[in-house]
């Protein structure tokens, strides 16, 4: 449905939708951070534990060594941030890096999901639950499950929870999402943050659905282009029960905008019914600038400008991401 009509949700609430649904395979407990790596000879997995630096390339000499003849000898390298983040960078390569089929200009904060190309090798970078550092594992932590597109925001989020005690599963993937939302799972996350732009066309569909399976759990959306989110289409949201539907952090000096995040984060809290500790929320704005001052996070360009349409449930069949076009190969040097 698109247009002016209304959200039909009382008339179809009791179609079945989760035989509809195809699941992921079951996903074992959270790893350490890790790069998977895959090339012409194989795939391998590295850890990203024990130290503040990986270099990568075709010399003998790096941490990480590709036979690629597309690498330079020392191509790149990935450092830590603040002991708990990672950052690519290219070493002005001779062919460069593409992070997600862009290319790297400048360092760039990986998050979960990210594929690094060089050459013909990709490398995959994953990591689990991120949960506040020194947290008894006694006691239950209240958990979100996020889905951002842009590293900035996500990192923002996750620094904010992370400072009150919440872990984090901080996702790019529909396919990635569906692992940590299956019916039978004891240890369901207490709240949604969504990313309007990740899902574009299928987002109504996806909150209905979740609407369906979890009637308790919170649903945030956030946002950050306003001008393809039209009154309509916010009104189908409301239909669905979420109204909470932020805006984007702006994050540029963070610390000048103390009373409009903390309103934004004090709102989400409230959800979970958590509170706001007003000292460790300004300590935890001032890290995020020195983060972000430090290092330039690339955001993904929204993919879709047009506003999603409301979801016709007889159509919900999976929310699996269907294959990609790969992007434009640029054309390689090969480095002697």
Known sequence: MSGGGSLRVTLRASVPLTPHIRYPPPVTPPDPPKLIIRSDTGTQQIQLVDQPLWTVGRSQMNSICLSDPCASRHHAKIETVFDRHFCYVDLQSRNGSMINGHPVITPTLLQNGDRITIGST?????R???TQAGNDTHQPQKQILTLQGAATQGIIWQELFLSHGISVIWETGETELLHHLRPQNANLPNLLLLDTEVFQQRLLEFCFWCRQQFPRMQIVLTYR???????????QVAALGIS?????????????QTQVIQGRFNAVLQLISSSLNPETFHTTLKTLDQLLNQLSAVDKPAADPNPPSAPDP???TSF???PSSPPPQRRQKHNN
């Open 314 to 316: 007889d159509e919900i």
């Open 320 to 322: 699996l991401k269907m």
């Open 122 to 126: 990709e490398i995959l970078f994953r």
């Open 128 to 130: 689990g639950i991120v």
């Open 244 to 256: 909470c539907f932020l805006p984007a952090f702006d994050h540029h000096h963070l610390s000048t």
């Open 225 to 235: 282009e306003t001008p393809h989110l039209s009154l309509d289409w916010q009104k």
